[in-house]
T-cell receptor
């Protein structure tokens, strides 16, 4: 059974710092891995999608990597801003369903 | 529409009542998914539709939960004899291509269900 873990559960850093969020999964037989952002009381916004054949994806200040063999993904955020404050969720897809981690609650201090 | 929409945004009901939650996917998206999210947790998969048929309903917690998508677009999640433990945010997502694992999913804002 696929399990997805995100560490840390919460993170607070000062504005301008670069940071890394971690995601690990137990079953390497995945189709893709997706990183989402969720603001309080809102739905999910897709940030980056990495197919199983890819090793990383980049969008602006965000870079996500995928190492299937070790069951890990990282989301790198460069030059963090207060507007980056949100919960970040990773999700892995296998067969017909997507399994989410519990998320990392990120707070960027001005 | 431009994105996935869900109605109502909030629903408060009493234990034992029946509720329906609606999802309008992005036009042209063939795949539609329902998730349930409890406070402090990631979304939990409930059911996935490919067109009009439920391709995978293994996430439905019990037979009080049922979902339909009769014309391959709008979907309704139905919960009978609601219980306090059903209180959560119910999220809907859609994707363009066939197969839940293959394509980027776009989420709606969710319906917050509270069972008193």
């Amino acid at each position: 059974k696929q399990e997805v873990t995100q560490i840390p559960a919460a993170l607070s850093v000062p504005e301008g710092e670069n940071l890394v969020l971690n995601c690990s999964f137990t079953d390497s037989a995945i189709y893709n891995l997706q990183w989402f952002r969720q603001d309080p009381g809102k739905g999910l916004t897709s940030l980056l999608l990495i197919q199983s054949s890819q090793r990383e994806q980049t969008s602006g200040r965000l870079n996500a990597s995928l190492d299937k063999s070790s069951g890990r993904s990282t989301l790198y955020i460069a030059a963090s801003q207060p507007g980056d404050s949100a919960t970040y969720l990773c999700a892995v897809s296998s067969a017909s369903k997507i399994i989410f981690g519990s998320g990392t609650r990120l707070s960027i201090r001005p | 529409g431009a994105g996935v929409s869900q109605t109502p945004s909030n629903k408060v009901t009493e234990k034992g009542k029946y509720v329906e939650l609606r999802c309008d996917p992005i036009s042209g998206h063939t795949a539609l998914y329902w998730y349930r999210q409890s406070l402090g947790q990631g979304p939990e998969f409930l059911i996935y539709f490919q067109g009009t048929g439920a391709a995978d309903d293994s996430g439905l917690p019990n037979d009080r939960f049922f979902a339909v998508r009769p014309e391959g677009s709008v979907s309704t999640l139905k919960i009978q004899r609601t219980e306090r433990g059903d209180s959560a945010v119910y999220l809907c997502a859609s994707s363009q291509l066939a197969g839940a694992g293959w394509d980027e999913q776009f989420f709606g804002p969710g319906t917050r269900l509270t069972v008193l």
